[in-house]
T-cell receptor, first 115, second 115 residues
């Protein structure tokens, strides 16, 4: 079972470059999330998609866009990368229906450095 | 805005002793509470979740919830060096079906188990 798969695992960008982080889950989950994790700041929600066809802003959405391509895939795009976006990015998913616990299942993370 | 507070540590505990990790939350409407463990360079993994006031035990781990005091704790009995990690407290706002806007995380407590 792959679970939640993120690509790429590592990326170095120059300021102003764009890139897309890809995420796919094979657990038939309804909801998907993008978090960023910075030292001393914990995990902060960037965007989420409660179900296929919907997306909403989280706590720190500025500088990012997302696409829920289908039920399995949720991508995060940086249109013009800035050094402040240097971080570790985690994609997560949740079933979020019925008696589901609300547990989030995380991908392995994508470490992004913006120079 | 929901807030989840944890002492960042490090919390140093001798091997074999009980480690006690604490968390407070601001949103009285929070219904579900989670403890994740995160090893350095890895993604968070769920240890336990709890919905009801009182204690919930799973092996060496016990989660405790006091909604009146807005307080959640995690006890680790017979601590092992492999328990050394960062422990993240997380909450969501809806009932057992989970919150569409994901989980709000504390910044984590760094636990060190001394052999």
């Amino acid at each position: 079972n792959a679970g939640v798969t993120q690509t790429p695992k590592f990326q170095v960008l120059k300021t102003g470059q764009s890139m897309t982080l890809q995420c796919a889950q094979d657990m038939n989950h309804n909801s998907m999330y993008w978090y960023r994790q910075d030292p001393g700041m914990g995990l902060r929600l960037i965007y989420y998609s409660a179900s296929e066809g919907t997306t909403d802003k989280g706590e720190v959405p500025n500088g990012y866009n997302v696409s829920r391509l289908n039920k399995r895939e949720f991508s995060l795009r940086l249109e013009s990368a800035a050094p402040s976006q240097t971080s570790v990015y985690f994609c997560a998913s949740s079933f979020l229906a019925g008696d589901d616990t609300g547990e989030l299942f995380f991908g392995e993370g994508s470490r992004l450095t913006v120079l | 805005q929901k807030e989840v507070e944890q002492n960042s540590g490090p919390l140093s505990v001798p091997e074999g002793a009980i480690a006690s990790l604490n968390c407070t939350y601001s949103d009285r409407g929070s219904q579900s509470f989670f403890w994740y463990r995160q090893y350095s360079g890895k993604s968070p993994e769920l240890i336990m979740f709890i919905y009801s006031n009182g204690d919930k035990e799973d092996g060496r781990f016990t989660a405790q919830l006091n909604k009146a005091s807005q307080y959640v704790s995690l006890l680790i009995r017979d601590s092992q060096p492999s328990d050394s990690a960062t422990y993240l407290c997380a909450v969501n706002g809806r009932g057992s079906g989970g919150g569409a806007d994901g989980l709000t995380f504390g910044k984590g407590t760094h636990l060190i188990i001394q052999p």
